[in-house]
T-cell receptor, first 116, second 109 residues
Framework: GAVVSQHPSWVICKSGTSVKIECRSLDFQATTMFWYRQFPKQSLMLMATSNEGSKATYEQGVEKDKFLINHASLTLSTLTVTSAHPEDSSFYIC????????????FGPGTRLLVL | GQNIDQPTEMTATEGAIVQINCTYQTSGFNGLFWYQQHAGEAPTFLSYNVLDGLEEKGRFSSFLSRSKGYSYLLLKELQMKDSASYLCAVMDSNYQLIWGAGTKLIIKP
């Protein structure tokens, strides 16, 4: 099956710093990538949807200037958490969808962020 | 508004059968998904239903009734490794996934 990777899998940073998370589709071209956040014991919360070569569409309540998303190629999307604060500590998961396969999303393994 | 309902937690015995229900109200329907998520890991795909009826895949089966806005995931011959959260998600008319809060399944020996 299709493989999506995320890097890093774990990151610990100081408050006020920025953190970049990469999401890569390894064996297919992802026209659309999704970024989710999941707090402990809660379900996935969609943060934004990004299409290759265009600006991301953010969900209501998600600050686009704080969570910068770049989908520069058909195999790579990045999420940058700018000026991270302890409340940004969460599990960030990306998923990717191939063109023409709207019913299938492939999930990355997730990135656990801890902001001290 | 859009809404997905599933039980918060269920408990079952190893070797038994369990059914996890999901009801939904969404703007449009382009299919219903079930995902399994172990603690600390990303979700993994289990099933996709877009037509009414039962889809069987090994020990797992998924059922859909579009007229009732209802689905269930049936797990047979439960194993300890099936302890996980099971997420129901519906793809709406914009092809966006609407997620349920998940059902935590606890398997006891």
């Amino acid at each position: 099956g299709a493989v999506v990777s995320q890097h890093p899998s774990w990151v610990i940073c100081k408050s006020g710093t920025s953190v970049k998370i990469e999401c890569r589709s390894l064996d297919f071209q992802a026209t659309t990538m999704f970024w989710y956040r999941q707090f402990p014991k809660q379900s996935l919360m969609l943060m934004a949807t990004s299409n290759e070569g265009s600006k991301a569409t953010y969900e209501q309540g998600v600050e686009k200037d704080k969570f910068l998303i770049n989908h520069a190629s058909l195999t790579l999307s990045t999420l940058t958490v700018t000026s991270a604060h302890p409340e940004d500590s969460s599990f960030y998961i990306c998923s990717a969808r191939a063109g023409g396969q709207v019913e299938t999303q492939y999930f990355g393994p997730g990135t656990r962020l801890l902001v001290l | 508004g859009q809404n997905i309902d599933q039980p918060t937690e269920m408990t079952a015995t190893e070797g038994a059968i369990v059914q996890i229900n999901c009801t939904y109200q969404t703007s449009g329907f382009n299919g219903l998904f079930w995902y399994q998520q172990h603690a600390g890991e990303a979700p993994t795909f289990l099933s996709y239903n877009v037509l009414d009826g039962l889809e069987e895949k090994g020990r797992f089966s998924s059922f859909l009734s579009r007229s009732k806005g209802y689905s269930y995931l049936l797990l047979k011959e439960l194993q300890m490794k099936d302890s996980a959260s099971y997420l129901c998600a519906v793809m709406d008319s914009n092809y966006q996934l609407i997620w349920g809060a998940g059902t935590k399944l606890i398997i006891k020996p």
